[in-house]
């Protein structure tokens, strides 16, 4: 299993590099030259180019390009154009509540998308079947958005039940009233594929001869179902889980800019909307390394599952 | 065995996966396939002809109509600035359908030639799909948002980012079924009578492939058009006053309150396209290509 794992860690290395650059290609292309505003508008062409030289934007690219990684070891993102801040600790005060909103939402997807499907697959045919897979077919086709939408409207504005602005704090610090909107808008569009891969997965195990030899031992039905069948069957919906994580972030993009969530997400959109680059540049950096982690996590947790996977 | 029979032989096989009135015929018979199908072509039509089927210019504001319920006089109402949402929904559309198809067909045709040589040529196979991972790497909103932040929010971002979106799946779909074709007899004895790489790649392969392509992009559409309104929501699409859905959607928000039918009525008008392109995308994915079924 370790060996697996050592594997699969260096050959996410080289999408690691080209997360890294398309970052730092991000500050290059940056319509005006850093140099220029530090040296003013009526600045000599001597003065300019001594700044770039103490810059060290005279240098190729490629070593421009290992400093910046150099610059990363060190925590160094560079400062805020708008705030005057580091951008890490910008970043360092943004992670937190952006993980809190992808747990919150992933606590109630999963268990929730796993149960339905199951319950579908059980009842395959049924009334009951159907009318699960018609709601995940609508979920699957609902903009974010709307969802959040409506949410703000009626439980947050009308019924006025929970805050749909901000948040009060960490969880365990009484921020759960307004953690469960945000979290609520960003889990309900996963239930929908989760249900609907759970009761694919299911169903395939279910003609199994493994269950048949369940049942026929007189296990209780339920014992077969859970131990046998899901089990077996979590090991698609676990790779769908990771597959769903570009979904997770950009959904979590949308939810915490219109629920005013303080994660890194909004952090982005309001940097690119100001046009603060180093912000905008550790934001993106931060939330594509968070997606490579995700499909990490969950090539490993399936190494876990699929025993198959290690011998192979 | 001559180049000319082993065409037969190659086309055969096509019109075996791309028999079209079988194919239609057997979607007819999916009720919700078909109303689904019915629907997304009245839509496009609605699009296409915008200008014809809409009631009232959609740039036209008139203050003396703010935020109206929807009536008979204007069916969804009007928005803070008066303009009739109906026109705006239609002209949205427009804009939200071009975009999704904009980036998907750049996008198949980018990851459809991609996969094809990878299948094609095993030397640049490693490469190409290295390059794979990494695109996969970049969740579309996050294209979407570095190349806003780098060139200025745009439907040129939008669209870049709805293309890097399609590029790999396809790719990986392509690759997959043209590896299958690859070892098909045919291609053995196209080879060995000595066809050229290119009709090789082109009759042989392609051709083979279009149809495994196509039934996939059938069913992302409605995922692309999901992001593209994203983004547009995000304010990194298309800019004011230009209509498109989702930014609709985001200039409602703030009215959310006093007038909630200029955010919902075009976050419904999302749902609804989307909803009709993936239960169509289902149904053509089950009649053409049962092997995607996963």
Known sequence: MGRQIVHRLLVSFPALLGVLFLCFCLLQVVPADPAMIIAGPDAKAETIAAIRNELGLDRPIPIQFIEYIGRLLRGDLGRSIISNKMVSEELALTIGPTVELMLGAMLLAVPCGLALGTLAAVRRGSIVDRLIMAVSVAGVSMPVFFIGLILIQYVGFKWGLLPFTGRTGPVWEGGLPSLILPALTLGLVLIGPIARLTRTAVLEVLGADFVRTARAKGLRETVVIIHHALRNALIPVVTLIGLQAAFLLGGAVVTETMFSWPGVGRLAVGAIVSSDFPTAQGAIMILAIAFLTINLLVDVLYVYLDPRVQRS | ?294
């Open chain 2, 1 to 294: 065995m001559s180049v000319e029979t082993l065409d037969t032989v190659v086309r055969t096989e096509e019109t075996g996966i791309l028999s079209r009135s079988g194919v239609l015929r057997r979607l007819a018979r999916d009720k919700v396939a078909a109303v689904a199908a019915l629907l997304l072509v009245l839509i496009a039509l609605a699009a296409v002809f915008a200008p014809v089927v809409a009631p009232y210019d959609p740039y036209l504001t008139d203050l003396t109509k703010v935020m109206q319920p929807p009536s008979a006089e204007h069916w969804f109402g009007t928005d803070n600035t008066g303009r009739d949402i109906l026109s705006r929904v239609i002209f949205g559309t427009r804009n939200t359908l071009m975009l999704g198809l904009v980036g998907v067909l750049i996008g198949g045709l980018l990851g459809g030639v991609l996969g094809i040589l990878a299948a094609f040529y095993p030397r640049a196979d490693g490469w190409i799909m290295r390059l794979v991972d990494v695109m996969l790497a970049f969740p579309a909103i996050l294209i979407g948002l570095a190349v806003a932040a780098v060139a200025g929010a745009g439907l040129g971002a939008v669209v870049i980012a709805l293309v890097v979106a399609t590029v790999p799946d396809v790719a990986r779909v392509a690759r997959g079924a043209a590896v299958g074709i690859m070892g098909q007899e045919f291609m053995e004895a196209g080879r060995a009578v000595g066809v050229s790489d290119r009709t090789l790649i082109w009759r042989y392969l392609t051709l083979n492939c279009i149809s495994t392509i196509f039934v996939f992009l059938t069913l992302r559409f409605g995922q692309i058009i999901l992001i593209g309104s994203a983004l547009g929501f995000l304010g990194m699409g298309a800019q004011p006053p230009t209509a498109e859905l989702g930014m609709m959607a985001a200039q409602g928000r703030d009215f959310l309150f006093m007038a909630p039918h200029i955010a919902t009525i075009p976050s419904c008008a999302i749902f609804v396209i989307v909803l009709a392109a993936n239960l169509l995308g289902d149904a053509l994915r089950d009649v053409l290509d049962p092997r995607l079924q996963q």
